[in-house]
């Protein structure tokens, strides 16, 4: 894979999270330091999220919230650029 080519990935996924701080704060957790940006929405309805940056740290994220029963079977939508298109990383 060509380095300069980035993933952008979109997906959500409607689960019922009760207490959706606990997500926030262990995906706070797990992004910071990351090579990608975007944002990550968590709410009691689920998760709505749109990242970029490298393919390979991007396919760990997919992992890791596949591993997660809640956000297992999530359908993500992918496009690629030039350039990393977020200028930051919220989890809120």
């Known amino acids: ?3 300069t ?3 952008n990935l979109a997906f959500y996924k409607f689960v019922s999270l009760p207490d959706p701080f606990v997500q926030r704060a262990a995906f706070r957790a797990h992004c910071a ?3 990608f ?3 990550l929405l968590f709410s009691t309805e689920g998760v709505n999220g ?3 940056g490298k393919e390979s740290a991007l396919r760990d994220f997919q992992a890791h919230l596949a591993a997660l029963p809640e956000f297992s079977g999530m359908e ?3 496009t690629w650029s030039t350039s990393v298109v ?3 990383m919220l989890v809120k």
Do not use: D, I
């Open 1 to 3: 894979m060509n380095e």
């Open 5 to 7: 080519r980035f993933l």
């Open 33 to 35: 330091g990351k090579p």
């Open 37 to 39: 940006k975007g944002t």
């Open 50 to 52: 749109m990242l970029s």
């Open 76 to 78: 993500y939508k992918e």
């Open 86 to 88: 977020f200028p930051r």
